[in-house]
Structures are given as C-alpha cells and as structure tokens.
C-alpha cells in the first residue's frame, strides 16, 4: 500500500521487472546492432571535438554531451562505442516509462504497454540512432514525472530536492529543459500540488537545481552568453522550418507515428482525467510545453522527450478502458491484439528510422509506404532525409582534403591550415586527418570560433565551403585545387575546395570577422 497526500491509499500493483528489463534490453540490442552502419554524423563530429576541449558551456549546447564524448574518446572513439551511450538512455528510457505506469497504478500490462510504446516510437528508434544530448532528455524527463507522482502519492518534501537535482542534471544535458521545468511549475501551480509551495523544501529544490546549473550560466555569462546569440541569428535567418498551429500538429502526428496517434491522446487524456485526476499535473505540464514550444516556434522534435510521459499514461489509461469494457475477462487475446498492433506500427517505420536498408532500397521503401519527411531546417537538402544524408562523405571529404594537403609545395605543406565553413567538416577533418599528417582543422563556426586559429598564420588555406569571389576579396591568389562529391552526402558538402595564398589581413586581426554563429 501507498499512502497519498491525501490520507488515501491505492494499492501498488507489483513492478514487471523481467518485463521491462527483456524490452529496455530489446531497444539496446536494436541500436547497438545498427551502430556501425552509414557512418558519423555531422554533430557526432563536432561532439568529439568537444570531448577534446572539455568545457564549462559551448556555444550551441550545454556541457554533458562534451563529458559523454571524453568518455567515448578514452574508450577508443569507435563509431559503435559512441552510439553505444544513446543506446544505453534509450533502453533507461523504455524502463522508466514502464516504471512510471507502474508507479500510475498500471499493472503488468500496462506497463509492458507503456515500455512498448516508447520502443515503437518513430522519433526514439531514430534519435537513439545517434549520439546526441536529445537521447539523455527523456529519462530526465521521465524521471521528473516520477517524482512528481511521488509527491501526489507521498508528499514527502525531500523528494522536492531529488527533482530539483534531477532538473538541474537535465539544464546541464539540454537548455530546453529550462521549459519543461516552467511547464511543470505551472501545472504545480494549477494543481493541489501548489500547497507545497508554502513550505521550503520546493524552493530548497529550486535552489539545488540553479547550483548545479550555476557552471553554464557561468560560462555564458563570462562568453557574452553565446548561447543567446545564436539562437537570434537562427530566427533572424529563418534558418529552422516554422509551422503553423495545424501543421505543428501534424508534425508530431507524424513524428509521433500517424497510427499510434489513438495511444498518445488517451495517454494525454487519462492524465488530464484518469485516476481520479490525481496526475492531471502532468496532462497540464503537457500542454503548457507544447503551447511553450509553439509561441517560441521550436523544431517538432522539441516535444519528443515528452512522449515516454505520455505513453505512461496510456499504458494505464488503455488497460484501465479493457478492463472497464470487460474485454479482459479470462480473456488474454485483447491484450495481445493491443500489442501485437503497436509491434507492427513500430515495426513498419522501422526501415526509415533506422539504418537497416541501402540508400537505394531505403528510397524504395520510403516511396512504398508514402512516408512522409519532417524537415527541421530550410537549407539542409539531400537525396535522404538530413539524418541519414549527413552520415556520409565524410571520409571522402578528408581524403580529398589530403590530396590537396600532400600536392602542396614541402614549404607551403609545413604551414598550411584547413579553414572549414562549419563543424562537421571541421570534425571529419580532425577525426581522419592525423592518419594524413593533416593539421587540425580551424573554423568560425559554432565554438570552434573560442578555439581560434590555433597558431595558422593563414599564409596558406585550405578553405572548404568557401566561393572564389569571397576568398579574392581576401586572399592574393585564390586556386580551385579539387572537388568533393558524393552521391548520397549533403548537397551543401558537394562543393569546390580553394587554396588560398597570401592573406591579405594576418589572421589572428581577421578572426573576430570569421565568427559564424547559426
């Protein structure tokens, strides 16, 4: 028995352990079987080099993905090894979203509902593909709401510090969960859950979390908050895709998976209402974020860690429907029916969010379900959606880059720089070019702009992602020395590559000028 806040008792089912372990243990399997397949990522790139210049704040994200990469170095690097981190937050996520419907009074159906739903889930299979500081939100997020279900149950006030702890580590991951947390402070406010704030130890929470964030918020404000400024040249550009009201909404329909949309709504539902509205903090925490993510025009993916929450619900709202409709009575086939229809949704997008297919059969597939892509960014363009196209020609591009390097004059070859137009190509660079003699790479981009020239005098570039007019304005002979391509690659990677002789102003004066921040 648990006691509630509310003197009243609700019987805990027992927690499906084997359950919930056997499918968290199927979503590591899934992702660390696919890992090696396509190849590096654009951000995986710029990630490591982060993990080779640890830091308090980067420019475009907080600190914890750095320290993640460090760990993938010392363990070798290997492509396998730094999704294998992802692997492990996604298969946490899958457990502890069966653990938070257990903790809603879900049985061992609904739990194992809830843990299938977030491994059937197009835009987990495909996140947890990667490295990336997206896989680590959700079990974050997860493990909030069940604290917050705790302190419906319990109203224990030392679980206030928990959670604020548990938000702090999640400021410190990804900067959005600054509006997870203003979300979920205004379903506290709009819930008997308020009553607590009377009391110290929710403001103690508060306190915990702003001391664990404090590091970031200090670097940023010693950089000139960079983080800032890049978010306003995004939106002074148009660089991001911004939906409308219906169209936001059928992107995460579509993100979501068209034919799991019933799931998330009755999750939705069953927290804004079920059990005795007892949870409905968490329906309203839901629907302030997804308003929070519309007003601030945030990529659809923005409310992706959300759906593990809303799939705790609907593991407890759909068996409680079977249940009530007598569906289940010495009856086991309406349960399987339940399960075997989301195994088979997830099963069926599987092809598209995840690396099993060839480009070529990929396409074919794509074409043959009428899937539908969900781009985030305007500029981004590829014969496959961005996730996939930005895995290749990496290696290539460095090699090419080689080639220009190893043709140059023994005297120009000794001070040579590789000046690159963003951070994947930076990455690539300083990934492959040592078993090239190559030097590390510079760039304006993003936080290799703090990195800084790294003692190029610029009497030789190699520039990529730069046009011949630019670089005449700069340089006193400008040479086309090549040409990357690759089929499947990024079309904005398949461009000339220069060789810029005689910088007209010396770098270290020209730098501030190269800052390149979107």
């Not at 909030?144 to 149950?153: I, N």
Request: proline share 7%; glycine share 10%; aromatic share 12%.
């Amino acid at each position: 028995m648990v006691s509630t806040a509310g003197d009243q008792s609700v019987e805990q089912p027992p927690l499906a352990l084997p359950l919930l372990l056997g499918l968290a243990g199927l979503k590591l399997l899934i992702h660390l079987a696919l890992s090696n397949r396509y190849g590096y990522f654009r951000d995986e790139l710029y990630f490591l080099d982060c993990g080779r210049h640890l830091d308090w704040g980067y420019v475009d994200h907080a600190p914890f993905i750095g320290l993640l990469a460090r760990l993938a170095l010392i363990l070798g690097g290997a492509l396998p090894v730094l999704r294998a981190i992802s692997a492990v937050a996604g298969a946490g996520t899958v457990f502890l979203a069966g653990a938070l419907c257990w903790r809603l009074g879900g049985g061992r159906f609904a739990q194992g509902l809830a843990a299938l739903l977030v491994l059937a889930t197009p835009v987990r299979l495909a996140i947890e593909s990667i490295f990336t500081m997206n896989s680590w939100e959700p079990p974050v997020w997860l493990g909030a709401a069940y604290l917050v279900v705790r302190l419906v149950q319990t109203g224990r006030g030392t679980l206030w510090l928990a959670l604020g702890a548990l938000l702090g580590a999640g400021l410190m991951n990804k900067h959005s969960t600054a509006f997870f947390a203003v979300a979920l402070a205004a379903g506290i406010v709009l819930t008997p859950l308020r009553a607590a704030l009377r009391t110290r130890w929710p403001w103690l929470g508060v306190a915990l979390a702003l001391a664990l964030f404090a590091p970031n918020l200090i670097w940023q404000a010693v950089h000139g908050f960079p983080t800032l400024e890049d978010l306003r040249n995004v939106a002074r550009t148009g660089k991001n895709i911004v939906y409308g009201p219906l169209d936001f909404t059928v992107q995460q329909v579509l993100m979501a998976h068209p034919l799991l949309s019933p799931f998330w709504l009755a999750g939705l539902a069953w927290l804004l209402a079920g059990g005795r509205r007892r949870y409905n903090v968490l329906g309203i925490t839901f629907l302030v974020f997804f308003a929070l993510m519309f007003a601030f025009k945030a990529k659809n993916y923005y409310l992706a860690p959300f759906y593990p929450i809303l799939a705790a619900g609907a593991g407890a709202g759909v068996a409680a429907a079977l249940d009530r409709w007598r569906l289940t009575r010495g009856r086991s086939w309406p349960r399987v029916a339940v399960a075997g229809y989301v195994a088979a949704a997830g099963a069926l997008v599987a092809p598209i969010v995840l690396p099993l297919l060839p480009p070529e059969r990929y396409l074919a597939y794509e074409k043959a379900i009428g899937a539908s892509r969900t781009p985030t960014e305007v500029k981004h363009e590829g014969p496959l959606p961005q996730e996939w196209s930005d895995q290749f020609g990496w290696p290539e591009l460095v090699e090419e880059v080689a080639h220009i390097h190893a043709a140059l004059p023994p005297e120009e070859r000794a001070k040579a720089a590789i000046f690159t137009g963003n951070y994947g190509e930076a990455g690539a660079v300083n990934l492959w070019g040592p078993r090239y003699g190559l030097p590390r790479a510079i760039s304006g981009h993003q936080t290799y702009f703090f990195w800084g020239p790294q003692g190029a005098t610029g009497e030789v570039v190699i520039v990529l992602q730069g046009t011949r007019e630019r670089l005449e304005q700069r340089c006193t002979s400008v040479e086309e020395a090549g040409r990357h391509f690759h089929p499947w690659g990024m079309a904005e990677e398949n461009r000339p590559i220069y060789v810029c002789r005689g910088l007209k102003t010396p770098l270290a004066e020209l730098w501030p000028q190269l800052k390149h921040w979107n």
